[in-house]
């Protein structure tokens, strides 16, 4: 995004000094959630839509908090009691939507692409919170402030984004923001779930776990998405089983000893324990970072929605 466009669709193409305002304004915002405060009359008579069509816990609820803490109306709809089950297209439930005067329209969809198409249709500004194996660019923001703070900086350091690199949104965004804020990026897959272009986007390519975690500073960790593999037409078989995929790429004590002693560890979440992560370093409080990120989550929402709303007023 950059600061001077109405939507936030995706990560790739944002300049990094926008992106070091993003973090610098969410983090001001860590300071307001923890001190307890709100900021009600930022957002007042403002109405901001939650509407996903995948489940959500995360994303939906900062989303929800996050605007209701700046004095947002917010609406959670509810797309499996919706007339989208009647077959209502994805432009007409949009279209319905801007019609009510929505200001913040937050959208998940299946489909890549899906948030950039409706903001072309709608005056709302869109939020992408997440499209097929597009993008999750409010993920990436928390991800990037929650290394931030823990490391004091993102140039420089080594980050191995290890597991289902192929169906995920949150590591395209994050390759994408790391890469342009100076750090070092690595994929760690097996064959079947690196994208066949990986090469290309600035990173190297492992297939490797233990290679590829060696001496990094952070250890990102992807949920496998069985999901996506289904309903691509039988690539079930992309992944062996799930004792053997833990066996070659879940993240255990072990594995983790093979990066820098003080490496944190990183997941977006929802976690298959026992699949990519083991629970010994999931709940290790001196290495995992996984609840601080859905902490750092609400901050960077209010910040998202903040700068929204500003340049959304200056073109009213
Ligand atoms: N929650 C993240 C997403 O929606 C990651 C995941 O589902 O594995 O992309
Ligand atoms: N990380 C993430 O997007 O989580 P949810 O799918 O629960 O929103």
Do not use: W
């Not at 790391?178 to 760690?188: D, E, F, I, N, P």
């Not at 779930?193 to 990094?216: C, I, K, N, T």
């Not at 496998?224 to 993240?251: A, C, D, K, N, T």
């Amino acid at each position: 995004m950059s600061l001077h466009h109405r939507h936030l669709l995706q990560i790739e193409g944002m300049h990094p000094p926008d992106i070091g305002a993003m973090l610098d304004l969410a983090e001001s915002y860590v300071l307001l959630n923890r001190s307890g405060k709100t900021q009600r009359d930022l957002l007042r008579g403002r109405t901001l839509i939650n509407l996903f069509f995948e489940d959500s816990t995360r994303t939906r609820t900062s989303f929800e908090l996050a605007g209701k803490r700046l004095g947002a109306d917010v609406i959670n709809m509810s797309v499996s009691t919706s007339s989208v089950n009647k077959g209502e297209t994805l432009l007409d439930t949009a279209a319905t939507l801007n019609a009510m005067h929505c200001d913040l329209l937050v959208v998940r969809h299946g489909e890549s692409g899906a948030p950039s198409l409706l903001a072309q249709k709608v005056d709302a500004a869109v939020i992408n919170a997440g499209d097929g194996t597009h993008e999750h660019p409010t993920q990436a923001l928390l991800d990037a402030l929650t290394i931030r703070r823990r490391k004091g900086r993102l140039e420089g350091l080594t980050v191995a984004i290890c597991g289902d690199v192929l169906h995920s949104r949150v590591a395209r965004s994050n390759i994408h923001l790391l890469t342009a804020m100076g750090s070092r990026v690595r994929l760690v897959a097996p064959p079947t779930l690196m994208p066949s272009q990986a090469g290309r986007l600035g990173v190297e390519v492992f297939h490797d776990m233990r290679a590829g975690l060696e001496g990094a500073d952070i250890v990102m960790m992807l949920r496998v998405q069985r999901e996506r593999m289904s309903s691509s037409g039988g690539r079930i078989g992309l992944v062996p089983s799930e004792r053997e995929y833990f066996r070659f790429f879940g993240l255990d004590a072990e594995k983790l000893a093979l990066a820098r002693p003080d490496a944190l560890v990183m997941h977006p979440g929802p976690m298959n324990r026992g699949v990519e992560i083991a629970s010994e370093v999931a709940d290790d409080p001196a290495r995992s970072v996984i609840k601080e990120q859905v902490e750092m989550g609400v901050a960077v929402r209010m910040a998202v929605l903040d700068i929204l709303s500003r340049q959304n007023r200056r073109n009213d």
